[in-house]
């Protein structure tokens, strides 16, 4: 008899640098959770891999002396020996710039243009440059990035829009109807409380600053921001685009595991993301807590 599938990711690490104690910590439960659920008699299929486009990277290329291309080559080898010596039985290790996941968030963004969920504007608002990520001024924490508590600048520029206002009410019926979604459970209060009741405001899914990214397929002078991009890399490392036998296999996902600064990005864009492609949602998105160094997150600082 064929075994029931039941996938399982990690977050797609951001390689700036090489991974810290916190990716490690995540990467360790995913590795555990797949071992469990092939004891269990599952067909149990691990995802992990790196997010190797955008500014942040670009600049520590640089900082480094090499190319970008080259830079993310050497921070993804490195990953999978750390992953090796430590033992994580992982089954796909996606990278953002493999050819077949770029192809994949080229066709994704020209749909969704199509489609009319993605139009073209300007953002006007508070940016983040460590979290690479835009806020509305009722979302700071008192002035500063409310994932991070870092400072924040002003910026406007040319972009296109992911329509998320458009899926507020179904992301309130997804926290609704299926309470298993987010855990643990103070997490949906946070986000719902957060941003959702607020009203969510369009997304901005492109850049026009700098060049290391997929580029809009209809617009050159711009390249796919993370959010479409990263996101998919867990359909494409699984056959989304180009075996979607195996795709059909393994999702939806049993579970994305992630660290609690990211939740945001896994259960209101994510989810609404998938909505708009006509894709069944993860069943779950479980986001555990950092390891702190006096009071503070560990990370690669």
């Given at each position: 008899?064929?075994?029931?599938?039941?996938?399982?990711?990690?977050?797609?690490?951001?390689?700036?640098?090489?991974?810290?104690?916190?990716?490690?910590?995540?990467?360790?439960?995913?590795?555990?959770?797949?071992?469990?659920?092939?004891?269990?008699?599952?067909?149990?299929?691990?995802?992990?891999?790196?997010?190797?486009?955008?500014?942040?990277?670009?600049?520590?290329?640089?900082?480094?002396?090499?190319?970008?291309?080259?830079?993310?080559?050497?921070?993804?080898?490195?990953?999978?020996?750390?992953?090796?010596?430590?033992?994580?039985?992982?089954?796909?290790?996606?990278?953002?710039?493999?050819?077949?996941?770029?192809?994949?968030?080229?066709?994704?963004?020209?749909?969704?243009?199509?489609?009319?969920?993605?139009?073209?504007?300007?953002?006007?608002?508070?940016?983040?440059?460590?979290?690479?990520?835009?806020?509305?001024?009722?979302?700071?924490?008192?002035?500063?990035?409310?994932?991070?508590?870092?400072?924040?600048?002003?910026?406007?520029?040319?972009?296109?829009?992911?329509?998320?206002?458009?899926?507020?009410?179904?992301l309130k019926e997804l926290f609704k109807d299926h309470?298993?979604?987010?855990?643990?459970?103070?997490?949906?209060?946070?986000?719902?409380?957060?941003?959702?009741?607020?009203?969510?405001?369009?997304?901005?899914?492109?850049?026009?600053?700098?060049?290391?990214?997929?580029?809009?397929?209809?617009?050159?002078?711009?390249?796919?921001?993370?959010?479409?991009?990263?996101?998919?890399?867990?359909?494409?490392?699984?056959?989304?685009?180009?075996?979607?036998?195996?795709?059909?296999?393994?999702?939806?996902?049993?579970?994305?595991?992630?660290?609690?600064?990211?939740?945001?990005?896994?259960?209101?864009?994510?989810?609404?993301?998938?909505?708009?492609?006509?894709?069944?949602?993860?069943?779950?998105?479980?986001?555990?807590?950092?390891?702190?160094?006096?009071?503070?997150?560990?990370?690669?600082?």
């Open positions: 008899m064929d075994k029931k599938a039941y996938y399982i990711t990690t977050p797609i690490y951001y390689p700036n640098s090489n991974l810290h104690i916190g990716n490690v910590y995540t990467s360790v439960i995913a590795d555990v959770l797949k071992r469990y659920k092939a004891l269990m008699g599952f067909d149990a299929y691990l995802t992990t891999g790196t997010d190797e486009h955008g500014q942040k990277i670009m600049n520590a290329a640089l900082s480094h002396g090499s190319k970008p291309q080259e830079f993310v080559d050497r921070i993804a080898g490195e990953t999978k020996v750390l992953l090796k010596k430590l033992d994580i039985d992982y089954d796909s290790f996606i990278r953002s710039t493999d050819p077949k996941h770029e192809e994949n968030v080229k066709n994704i963004f020209q749909y969704l243009y199509d489609k009319g969920d993605i139009y073209k504007g300007h953002y006007d608002g508070y940016y983040c440059e460590s979290c690479e990520s835009y806020f509305t001024e009722s979302q700071l924490d008192d002035g500063n990035c409310p994932d991070c508590g870092r400072g924040v600048n002003h910026r406007k520029e040319e972009s296109y829009f992911f329509r998320l206002s458009n899926y507020t009410d179904r309470p298993e979604f987010l855990e643990p459970k103070f997490r949906q209060n946070e986000m719902l409380n957060n941003f959702i009741d607020k009203g969510l405001e369009d997304l901005s899914v492109s850049r026009n600053t700098f060049d290391w990214g997929v580029d809009v397929p209809f617009d050159n002078e711009h390249v796919v921001y993370v959010w479409i991009d990263a996101l998919s890399c867990y359909l494409t490392a699984i056959g989304y685009g180009h075996d979607m036998e195996k795709f059909n296999k393994y999702w939806p996902a049993g579970v994305h595991l992630i660290g609690k600064d990211i939740v945001r990005f896994h259960t209101i864009i994510w989810p609404a993301l998938l909505m708009a492609l006509d894709i069944p949602l993860p069943k779950k998105v479980f986001a555990h807590g950092w390891i702190l160094f006096d009071n503070d997150k560990m990370s690669k600082s």
